[in-house]
C-alpha cells in the first residue's frame, strides 16, 4: 500500500518556511485552476506523473528528513484531496516528534478538520485565492463561491476555535490590482479570532518555482532535436518561460507590489489594527520565501 508524491530530484525538498528550515513534501493533483499556479505548467505534477511510493519509503525518508529538520510541510497540489495520505504523513511525522504543516486551498474542510481535531497537525496554511469571494471564484477558476471561499473562511474558523493552539495562517497573494480597502476586509474576517492566527502576504507570483519545469521541456527536446545542446541553457530557460507565459499566463496580472510600497502600506495598516501587530508576514519577493530571515514579521 502506498501513495502518489510529486517527487523532484527527492521526495522531500529542504526549505525555508518563516524563517526556519522544513522538509517539504508534494502531493500531486488539485481541485482547483487557479489563473496564477504554476502547476499547470509543471507535467511533473500532474498525479499520473507521480509514482507510488510505498509506506515503508515514506517512513523512512521523514526518519531521515527529520535529522535534520524540524518540521515537515506538506504541500500541494491540494493536499486535502486524499485524506488517507495526510492522515499518513501527519501521524508517521508527529509519532517521530515532528511537526507538521499543511498548506491547502481550505476547499475540503471535511478532509482536513479530522486530522487536526486528532492532534496531528500544528501549522495550517489556507491559500486564498482572492481577498474577496468574487476575486476567489475567478483566481480560483472554479467559479463556486462555496469551494473557493466559504470553506476556506470556515475551516480558519473552525480550526481556530477548535484548536485554538494550531497555528492558522491565511495567506493571500497580492498584486499591484489590490487595494488598501481590500487587505482592510480580509483582516477584519478574522479579527473576532482568539486563536493563533497570523495573516500571512505573498507578494509573489512565482509561476515556475523549480527547475524541472525547464528540464522537462529541455529533455523532451533534446529528443527531437540535438542542437538544442548549441543553445547556452539560460537563453533555453528564458524561451521556454516566454512560451509558458503566453500559454499559461496571458492576460493576468502577476505583478507584485514594489517593496518599499508594501512594506509602508502594510505597516499603516498594523498601525490602524493594532489587533494585528505582531501578526502579519510578508514575503516580499519570491527569494524571500526560501531565504532565512528574509520575511518581514509586522
Ligand atoms: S489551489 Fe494551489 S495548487 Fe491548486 S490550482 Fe490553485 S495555486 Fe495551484
Redesign the pocket.
Known sequence: MGYRLRVQEDVFSHKVDDGERSAWIFTPG?????E?????ANPGAKPESSPELSRATIAEEIDRVLRINRSVKIN???TTLDPERLRFLSSTVKERGGEVIVDT?GSMPQNLLPIVRDGLVDQVEV?F?GLTGGEAIRR?RTGDLELAWNRPLALVRAISEERPKVRVLPTFVVTTSNTDDEFRSAFNMFSDLQGEIYIRINNIFDPYPHQDVFDYYYNGMLKTDSSITEMPREVFDIMVRRVLEEKYFKGVNLTPIPEDELEERFRKLVEEMPRWKGRVILVPNVVAKDMPGQLIKL
Request: aromatic share 12%; net charge neutral; proline share 0%.
Open positions: 488539485c481541485n482547483f485552476d487557479c496564477f499556479c504554476g502547476h499547470r500541494g497540489g491540494e486551498n491559500g485565492k480560483s
